[in-house]
């Protein structure tokens, strides 16, 4: 074997290992909450000892990033690949548009049950972050590497859609965000479609777009 097979061979292994060790947080952080979830019940989860743990996370905060990123890299990738399959010369209008946003977000829709545990879990960790001045350090960090993904990834729709915005990117990117979330938030408790994030986010996507 030589030396860059076997360097690829522990890559791929070190990958399935982080990547059983997110599938086992998520199934124990939905169940019992992250603050609630010890380190050692996700590694016994996983089929992993604590030293497996630490040569991939620093921290079961660290682990919930990942597992932060790893969906909304998920959804980035739909969202790249979906783009050049959506009709540019139908979409050229704002109303077009809002038609494109909609096809995104049915896309991107979880089943019930799911939307509802990350939905629980985000709201969580965001208090724990609240009350902790390292973890708050950390979450606004993602949350503003995740701004910037989204805002790239939709700058490029407009622009091959020949709209734009009404305000700079960062605001509009802002706006959509804290809709959703609140969207998302509502269909938990069970409020009306109308006020569930698809039906917000096209209102508000009428107000946002505009041809160049």
């Known amino acids: 074997m030589t030396t860059e097979h076997a360097t690829s061979v522990r890559s791929a292994r070190r990958e399935r290992t982080r990547e059983r060790l997110l599938d086992a947080a998520f199934a124990l952080f939905s169940e019992h909450g992250v ?10 989860a996983a089929g992993f000892t604590r030293g497996a743990f630490y040569s991939n996370f620093g921290s079961r905060e660290e682990l919930f990033h990942a597992l932060v990123e790893r969906k909304a890299r998920d959804h980035l990738r ?73 805002a790239a990834v939709i700058d490029g729709l407009l622009e091959q859609f020949d709209l734009r915005f009404i305000v700079d990117t960062p ?3 802002d706006l959509l965000m804290c809709v959703e979330d609140a969207g998302s938030r509502a269909a938990v408790l069970g409020a009306p479609a109308d006020q ?12 946002l777009v505009t041809p160049r």
Do not use: K
Not at 114 to 120: D, G, I, K, V
Not at 196 to 207: G, K, M, P, Y
């Open 78 to 150: 739909s969202l790249e690949q979906l783009g050049p399959q959506l009709a540019a010369a139908r979409a050229a209008t704002p109303e077009g548009f809002r038609d494109a946003v909609r096809q995104v977000l049915v896309a991107f829709e979880l089943d019930e049950e799911e939307h509802r545990l990350w939905c629980l879990m985000n709201a969580e960790f965001e208090l724990m972050a609240m009350r902790d001045p390292e973890v708050a350090q950390q979450y606004v960090g993602a949350q503003n590497r995740l701004r910037g993904e989204v």
């Open 35 to 44: 603050a609630a979830t010890p380190i050692e019940a996700i590694c016994e």
């Open 196 to 207: 569930q994030a698809i039906a917000r986010l096209e209102r508000l996507v009428d107000l």
């Open 171 to 173: 605001t509009a990117v």
